[in-house]
């Protein structure tokens, strides 16, 4: 049913390609592709892809191996490791002299930054953000140079959720506080030790497995489509970094599912480890995210009438998603289309990959849908 419900998806054309994979935590339980993932060459777990926000998993990993070293806590402000962070203002309001700022009420700390809410955020789901680069004219965030990481904040720290550049700055305060440079650190604490030998934060050596990035023309149909994060930026931000397959992702979401150790190896101890599965924000939920780029992004949208919150790396629900995901589970998605979820109360994690834009297309995310459940139903019952 699962490799059939993927081909069908193909033909409809839902989706350009798909590959899919489920694991518990002894291995990988299902695997399965349709489609070409470019010319010539068909879609599997070898397929390399645009990550985008899927690096903010390795970021938050990034943290909590400082974190268990001492060298930060969730509660480190941010000011104390990056200075020139003290330059970040609240935006009171935009008035018709441009916007009003203000100094935060509190320090922005790590956890703010894991959690989406320091009020950084990005202008394609933050109306007030949106409203901010429009009066200014300001840099966007994705240009590849870290001037465009100074965006305000949108209310003061740790008081509401807006999905936002966190994961950058996160990612540049474990980079100064161990020493290494971020791209250094990941390769050597988390790529090379789990065996993630696909994931990346440049394509080089991997160009002919990558895959062609498809967004939909007014009819529907698919076409080719040039976004990439920027090459060579001037600091890596994890927010949207990483090339990677879908096998080598599902690697991380076993080491998540296990505690911080997979295959021998172990990152993190399963007290640190905790920190990824527990609210981190308290009585805040993570909103509905309308959008304000429809040709990047659908409004999104998780689960309506289950109550959502974050840890220190993941969007958590707070119930049972009925014929899906139990209460407890993690999960995110990236900008082009590529999803995930961990289910420890079932002990299984899975991923849906494909490349296309906009984000949380609604064909794609219905087929998203009947994956999950089909899972449930094949492999592991709710």
Not at 123 to 137: I, L, R, S, V
Not at 173 to 196: H, N
Not at 274 to 280: D, I, P, V
């Amino acid at each position: 049913m699962l490799a059939a419900l993927l081909d069908e998806a193909v033909r409809r054309g839902d989706v350009p390609f798909a590959v899919a994979m489920v694991a518990d935590r002894d291995g990988v339980l299902w695997q399965g592709a349709a489609g070409s993932a470019s010319a010539g060459r068909a879609a599997g777990p070898d397929t390399v892809v645009q990550l985008w926000s899927l690096s903010k998993a390795v970021g938050a990993l990034m943290a909590m191996i400082v974190i268990e070293r001492g060298l930060l806590t969730l509660d480190t402000p941010v000011v104390s490791v990056l200075g020139e962070f003290a330059r970040i203002k609240v935006v009171e309001e935009i008035g018709p002299d441009g916007p009003v700022v203000r100094e935060p009420s509190r320090p922005v700390t790590l956890r703010h930054l894991l959690t989406h809410t320091s009020g950084l955020a990005y202008d394609t789901w933050d109306a007030k953000q949106a409203a901010y680069q429009a009066a200014t004219g300001g840099e966007r965030i994705g240009t590849g140079r870290k001037s465009s990481w100074f965006q305000p904040l949108m209310f003061d720290p740790g008081t509401a959720f807006t999905y936002g550049i966190g994961a950058e700055w996160a990612a540049l305060m474990v980079s100064v506080a161990d020493g290494r440079p971020i791209d250094r650190f990941c390769q050597e604490e988390i790529f090379a030790p789990l065996g993630m030998t696909d994931t990346a934060f440049e394509p080089d050596g991997r160009r002919d497995r990558l895959a062609q990035l498809k967004a939909r023309d007014g009819d529907g149909a698919f076409t080719d489509h040039a976004l990439a994060p920027p090459p060579h930026p001037e600091v890596y931000g994890m927010g949207s970094a990483l090339y990677g397959t879908t096998a080598d992702y599902l690697r991380l979401l076993r080491l998540v599912l296990r505690r911080g150790e997979l295959d021998g190896v172990r990152l993190i101890s399963s007290e640190t480890a905790m920190l990824l599965f527990a609210n981190q924000i308290g009585a805040v939920s993570v909103p509905r995210m309308p959008s304000n780029l429809p040709v990047i992004s659908e409004d999104m949208h998780w689960f309506p009438e289950t109550r959502k919150t974050w840890t220190a790396g993941f969007m958590r629900v707070e119930d049972d998603v009925e014929g899906r995901r139990r209460a407890g589970s993690l999960s995110w998605a990236g900008l082009v289309n590529t999803h995930y979820w961990i289910d420890p109360a079932n002990g299984i994690a899975a991923a849906f990959v494909t490349q296309l834009l906009p984000m949380c297309d609604r064909r794609c995310m219905a087929v998203f849908d009947a994956f999950e459940r089909a899972v449930y139903h094949e492999i592991s019952r709710p």
